[in-house]
C-alpha cells in the first residue's frame, strides 16, 4: 500500500483536535433570531434582521450554480451557507466537516470591481464544486467509514492549496467581466520574483519560506491554474487532475503506461508554467518606457512595503511599512529614507491611513469581547504632538477615514449591518456625524478625500457596471462622475490641486498612476512602472510625484519629476501583458448574469431553531478518542457540531480491554451562552489484579478476575474574553470546574491454595472479597490571562508579553479529602539579542495541604496522606516526584537558528530549524510524616538542568501541515547524567479554504 494512503488515514484519524476538534470561525450573539432560507441546492441560515439581503444572497447563489461547475463538469449536492452580518470582518470560507460555507458580508476597501457578494459567492460556491468533486470511488467508499472528514483528509494531502485557491480565482476571472485575474497589482508579486530573483523550487513556492519572499496560494495558483489551461485545454483539472486524486490507492505500477502518463506532474508543470510567464513578461518588459525615479527608501535584502504615503510640511514622508518580518506600523521617513516607528496600530485592513494638523487618522477592527463574530471599524487618531491615541466613536462601522486640514472633521465610508452603504461626514472631537450623502442606493465607496479647499469629496464608487471615480460638490450639493464606469482595477484617488486627480489603474496591464482633470474629464498615465506603482501624491515645491513603487524586495517610496511630455493620454495607453484571463474566459461554456436577480421571486423564509438543530452528526472512525489525554485507541468514535459552532459533540467507546476505565466517553460543549459550558461522561469498569491476591504464611489466595465500575463526571464553566486592543492581544478567562470519581462494584473470588509437595491444592473454601466504594470530587477554580505584542510571521515565538495563570482545586462536597492545591504561573516575553530572538521566563509556583490519611500496609515507617497530582513539571529532564511544596524556574532564549528552504522533492521539504538554549531550576518540598512519634521532617530538594532544543519545521510528502520534529538534550545538574528526548508535533485546529 502506498505509504500516502497510510499518511491519509492517519491524518483522517488525528485532524480531530481536542476540545476545537473542528474548524469554526467563532460564536455570534445569544440574542439573535435565526431565519432559513431553503432551495434545491442550498439552506441559508441568517440573523432575523438580514432577511432582505439573505434573499439576495440566495438567489446569487443559485445563479452560480447554474455556471460555477461547468468547467470541472460537476454539479455538487446540498450544502448549508451560514451569514455573519454583525461583524465588520470581511471574508468568506468552505469547510467540509461539517460541511458549510460561511460569509462575512461587509465588503472591505481592497476588493475589485465587482460587488462583494457577487465576489463571494462566485468564489466560495467554486470551492464546494471542488471538494464534492472529490466525493467519489474510494474516497466516497471512506467517507462510509469516516464521515464527512474524509474527503477533508483526502483534500489536504492530495490537492494542492494552490490549485483550490487558484482556480477559485480562475473562476471569478473567466465566469464575470471582472476578478483578480484581471488586475494587475494580482500577479506583480509573482512576476518581480521570477523576474528579479529566480524560479524557486516547487516546494519551495507551495509552501513558503521565512528567508525569501514568495507569493501565496492565490497568486501563484491562479497563473498555474490559468496558464495551466491554456496550455493544455479546459480539461487538463477536470479530468487529468481529478483522475489522479480520485484513483489516490491504486498503486500506480499497476496502472497502464497511458493512464500514468495522463496524469499532471505538478512540479513539471510548474516549471514548464513558470518558463512560460517569464517569456510573457519578458515581452511586456521590453514594451515599457520605465518612468526615471529617485529613491527616497533604500531597496532592502529583506522583503518590507512602504505604501501610503504622505508628505508633511517639513518635508518628512509618513507611510504605513509592513512585511513578513515586520509588525505593520508608521513611520515617519526622512529625506535620505532613514525612518523611525511613530506608532503599531492593532488589526487594520488593506486602506490607507490620512494625516493632517499633525493628526494621523485610521480604520482598526475591534472585536466583541465575548463574541467572536461580532466586531466593529472604528476610526482612531494618532495626535503627534501629545501621542495620545483617541477613538472617534466606538461600536462603529466606518471605513478609510480622511481628516480635514484643520483636524476638526472626517470624511469616512459607512456600511450598515444590512449591507448599506453611506459617505459621512464626522465630528472628530464629539464623533457625531455631520452630514451623510449616496450616490445612489446600491453603490459601494472606496478610500474618499478632502479636496484643497475642501469644498468637495473624491471617491471610488462601485456600481453594477464596474468602478468610476466621483466627487460630491458641497457648494452644489450634487454627485459628478470623473471617469467613466470600469471593470478594470482603479484605486486611491487623490488631489493633485483643486482642478486634478491622482489614481492609481491597471489600464496598461500593469499598476500605475494616473491622472484626471475634474472639469474636461481626461485621463493620462503619469507614471510607466516594470512591475507597479500606487498610491501617489504631489509634491508641489518640488513639482514630482511621491509614490509606492514596486520591485521583488516589495514597495519603495521613490519620487519621479515628470515633465508635460512624459504624460500618455489614456486613448493611447496599451495593454502588453499576456491577457491571460481573456483566454480562460473564452474557454468557459457559459457565463453568469446577474443582472435579472432582483426581479426573481422571494424564497419563503421560515423560522430556524436552535434547539432543533443543536446536534449535527458530520464524522465518526473506527478508532476511539481520548478527549483528556490526546490519544487513540482501538474503539469507536462520533462527532457533532452544529450550523451555529455553539454546541460541539464527542461520543466514544474503547474496545481496548487494557485501559476500560473510560469505556463509553460523552463530551459535550456550548459556546452559545454568554459562559461556556462543558460537559464530560465517562464510563467503565477496569480489572484491578489477576493472580495472586495476598499471602499467608505459605497459602495464597487466588483472586478470579475481580473488576471495579468506574463513572466519571466533570462540568465546567468558563468565560472566554477577548480585550485584544492595539497592538496588544489580551485574553482573560475565568473558568470553575467540577470533577467527580465513582468507583463500585468491586467483588473478588478468592481461592486458598497450598503447597503439597511439588503440587499446588486448594485449601478451603472459596470466599468474595469486596471493597467499599470510592467517592471522589474536587472543584476547582482559575484564572487565565495574558497581554501579547503582536508578532510576524518570521518570529519563532512572542518578543513581548506577559501570560498569568492561577488555579485552585479542592474537596469540598463530600467523599474522600485528598486536600487542596493552589498553583499559580507567571510566563514574561523579552527581545532577544537579535530580530525575531525572544526570551521566555517562566515563574512556576504550587502549594499542597495534605488531605486524610489512608493506611499502606508495605510501609512501617511512615504515616500516608492523600495529595492532588502536580500542575506544574520539575526541571527539564526530571521526573515529576511527590512534593508538598514546588517552586520552578525556566529561562528560555528561543531563536531561528537557520532557514535552509531544503527539498528532497516530493518526500521532504525543510523549511526552518528553531533552537532553544535553557536554564531550568526546580526546588521540591516534601513531608514526611512518622508513624510511631507523629513528628514530621521536611525534606528539601533542588533541581538544576541546561540543554537545548532543537526544532525543525517540515512538510513531509508534501503534506499540507507543517510537522515539527525536534530533539531535546537536557543536563541534569544534580544527577550528573544526560537526558535525551524526541520531540514531535502537529499543528491541525481544522481545515478551511476561503477568500
Known amino acids: 500500500m502506498q505509504l500516502k494512503l497510510i499518511l491519509a488515514i492517519i491524518f483522517i484519524s488525528i485532524s480531530i483536535s481536542v476540545k476545537s476538534q473542528y474548524y469554526t ?70 469547510t467540509w466537516a461539517p460541511k458549510r460555507i460561511e460569509l462575512f458580508p461587509t465588503p472591505n476597501q481592497s476588493i475589485y470591481s465587482q460587488e462583494w457578494l457577487q465576489q463571494l459567492t462566485v468564489h466560495e460556491f467554486r470551492h464546494v464544486v471542488q471538494i464534492d468533486k472529490l466525493n467519489k470511488g474510494f474516497t466516497k467508499l471512506l467517507s462510509y467509514v469516516l464521515g464527512e472528514q474524509a474527503v477533508g483528509g483526502i483534500l489536504g494531502l492530495y490537492l494542492p492549496m494552490w490549485f483550490l485557491e487558484g482556480d477559485a480565482v480562475v473562476a471569478e476571472t473567466s465566469l464575470t467581466q471582472t476578478g483578480r485575474g484581471r488586475s494587475p497589482w494580482f500577479e506583480q508579486r509573482l512576476r518581480a520574483q521570477v523576474m528579479e530573483q529566480k524560479t524557486y523550487s516547487y516546494d519551495k513556492a507551495y509552501f513558503g519560506s521565512y528567508r525569501d519572499f514568495t507569493p501565496n496560494y492565490y497568486e501563484l495558483g491562479y497563473q498555474l491554474v490559468a496558464k495551466g489551461r491554456e496550455m493544455y485545454g479546459l480539461e487538463l483539472w477536470n479530468q487529468r487532475f481529478y483522475d489522479l486524486v480520485s484513483n489516490t490507492l491504486i498503486l500506480h505500477p499497476f496502472l497502464s503506461k497511458e493512464k500514468r502518463k495522463s496524469y499532471v506532474n505538478k512540479t513539471k508543470l510548474y516549471h514548464d508554467v513558470l518558463s512560460e510567464l517569464h517569456k510573457d513578461w519578458l515581452k511586456q518588459d521590453s514594451s515599457i518606457h520605465k518612468t526615471p525615479y529617485v529613491e527616497i527608501t533604500q531597496r532592502d535584502r529583506d522583503y518590507v512595503n512602504f505604501k501610503y504615503p504622505v508628505l508633511r510640511s517639513d518635508g518628512k514622508i509618513i507611510a504605513e511599512l509592513s512585511g513578513p518580518g515586520e509588525i505593520t506600523q508608521f513611520v515617519l521617513i526622512d529625506s535620505v529614507g532613514n525612518y523611525k516607528r511613530l506608532y503599531t496600530p492593532g488589526n487594520i485592513n488593506d486602506e490607507p491611513f490620512s494625516y493632517n494638523n499633525n493628526t494621523l487618522c485610521w480604520a482598526e477592527y475591534i472585536s466583541d469581547k465575548r463574541w467572536e463574530n461580532r466586531g466593529w471599524s472604528v476610526i482612531k487618531c494618532l495626535d503627534l504632538n501629545t501621542s495620545e491615541v483617541s477613538v472617534v466613536k466606538n461600536k462603529t462601522r466606518y471605513f478609510s477615514p480622511y481628516i480635514s486640514e484643520d483636524g476638526s472633521k472626517i470624511v469616512a465610508v459607512k456600511a450598515s449591518k444590512d449591507n448599506k452603504y453611506a459617505l459621512v461626514v464626522i465630528d472628530r472631537i464629539s464623533g457625531e456625524e455631520l452630514d451623510e450623502f449616496n450616490y445612489d442606493a446600491t453603490s459601494y465607496y472606496f478610500t474618499p478625500s478632502w479636496s484643497p479647499n475642501e469644498d468637495k469629496i473624491v471617491c471610488i464608487c462601485l456600481t453594477d457596471k464596474g468602478k468610476k471615480i466621483i466627487v460630491y460638490n458641497f457648494t452644489k450639493g450634487h454627485w ?22 491622482l489614481f492609481s489603474a491597471g489600464y496598461s496591464g500593469i499598476e500605475d498612476i ?83 436577480v432582483d426581479t426573481l421571486a422571494k424564497y419563503p423564509v421560515t423560522r430556524y431553531s436552535k434547539l432543533k438543530n443543536l446536534f449535527n452528526v458530520h464524522s465518526w472512525a473506527p478508532v476511539n478518542l481520548n478527549v483528556d489525554d490526546q490519544m487513540l485507541g482501538p474503539g469507536v468514535s462520533a462527532f457533532s457540531q452544529n450550523l451555529l459552532g455553539t454546541a460541539i459533540t464527542l461520543i466514544g467507546y474503547n474496545a481496548d480491554s487494557q485501559n476500560s476505565l473510560e469505556k463509553f466517553h460523552f463530551n459535550f460543549q456550548y459556546r452559545g451562552f454568554y459562559p461556556v459550558i462543558e460537559l464530560d461522561l465517562k464510563q467503565g469498569n477496569e480489572r484491578v489484579s489477576d493472580g495472586i491476591y495476598s499471602f499467608d504464611s ?63 491444592v486448594q485449601n478451603g473454601e472459596p470466599r468474595y472479597y469486596y471493597r467499599d466504594d470510592f467517592n471522589y470530587s474536587t ?18 515565538t512572542y518578543r513581548w508579553g506577559q501570560v498569568f495563570e492561577i488555579n485552585y482545586q479542592s474537596t469540598p462536597l463530600g467523599g474522600i479529602d485528598v486536600g487542596e492545591i493552589l498553583g499559580a504561573r507567571a510566563r514574561f516575553y523579552f527581545p532577544g539579542l537579535l530580530k525575531h530572538h525572544s526570551v521566555r521566563i517562566d515563574n512556576e509556583f504550587q502549594y499542597k495541604w495534605k488531605g486524610e490519611e489512608y493506611q499502606n500496609n508495605n510501609d512501617d515507617t511512615y504515616r500516608h496522606f492523600y495529595r492532588f497530582g502536580n500542575y506544574f513539571n520539575y526541571a527539564r529532564g526530571y521526573i515529576n516526584y ?51 512519634s507523629n513528628q514530621k521532617t521536611k525534606v528539601i530538594n533542588d533541581f538544576k538542568s541546561v540543554g537545548a532544543e532543537f526544532l525543525c519545521e517540515v512538510h513531509a510528502f508534501r503534506f499540507l501541515f507543517p510537522i515539527n520534529v525536534g530533539y531535546r538534550y537536557s543536563r541534569l545538574l544534580d544527577f550528573n547524567s544526560n537526558y535525551h528526548e524526541m520531540l514531535l508535533g502537529i499543528n491541525i485546529s481544522g481545515f478551511s479554504i476561503g477568500k
Open 25 to 94: 470561525s467563532g460564536e455570534d450573539p445569544h440574542s439573535l433570531k435565526w431565519n432559513q432560507i431553503e432551495t434545491p441546492n442550498f439552506k441559508l441560515v441568517f440573523p432575523e434582521a438580514y432577511s432582505e439581503k439573505a434573499q439576495y444572497i440566495v438567489k446569487l447563489l443559485e445563479e452560480v450554480y447554474q455556471q460555477g461547475g461547468r468547467s470541472l463538469n460537476h454539479s455538487p449536492k446540498k450544502i448549508r451557507v451560514l451569514i455573519h452580518p454583525e461583524t465588520s470582518y470581511s471574508n468568506g470560507f468552505v
Open 480 to 501: 459628478s462622475d470623473v471617469t467613466e464606469s470600469t471593470y478594470d482595477d482603479i484605486s486611491l484617488p487623490k488631489w493633485k490641486d483643486d482642478h486634478t486627480i
Open 514 to 596: 494616473y491622472s484626471v482633470n475634474v472639469e474636461s474629464k481626461q485621463v493620462q498615465q503619469i507614471t510607466q512602472s516594470q512591475y507597479g506603482a500606487t498610491g501617489a501624491i504631489f509634491d508641489p515645491i518640488s513639482y514630482s510625484y511621491i509614490y509606492s513603487r514596486y520591485s521583488s524586495n516589495g514597495f519603495q517610496i521613490v519620487k519621479s519629476s515628470l515633465s508635460d511630455e512624459a504624460v500618455i493620454p489614456l486613448k493611447q495607453v496599451k495593454n502588453h501583458s499576456n491577457q491571460l484571463y481573456q483566454i480562460i474566459a473564452d474557454q468557459e461554456p457559459g457565463k453568469l448574469d446577474f443582472s435579472k
Open 698 to 760: 505459605d497459602t495464597a489466595y487466588v483472586s478470579q478476575n475481580p473488576k471495579q465500575n468506574q463513572t466519571e463526571v466533570e462540568v465546567g464553566i468558563n468565560i472566554p474574553l477577548n480585550f485584544t486592543r492595539n497592538k496588544f492581544y489580551r485574553y482573560l478567562q475565568p473558568s470553575v470546574n467540577y470533577n467527580l470519581i465513582h468507583r463500585s462494584g468491586y467483588k473478588a473470588l478468592g481461592i486458598p491454595l497450598t503447597r503439597s509437595g511439588n503440587e499446588v
Open 779 to 796: 472543584l476547582e477554580y482559575s484564572l487565565y490571562l495574558h497581554n501579547l505584542l503582536k508578532s510576524s510571521s518570521r518570529d519563532v
Open 882 to 932: 511527590t512534593n508538598d511544596e514546588l517552586y520552578s524556574l525556566k529561562t528560555n532564549y528561543i531563536f531561528p537558528l537557520w532557514n535552509p528552504d531544503l527539498s528532497l522533492p516530493g518526500v521532504l521539504y525543510l523549511k526552518r530549524i528553531t533552537s532553544t538554549f535553557f536554564f531550568d531550576y526546580s526546588r521540591s518540598t516534601l513531608n514526611y510524616y512518622y508513624k510511631d
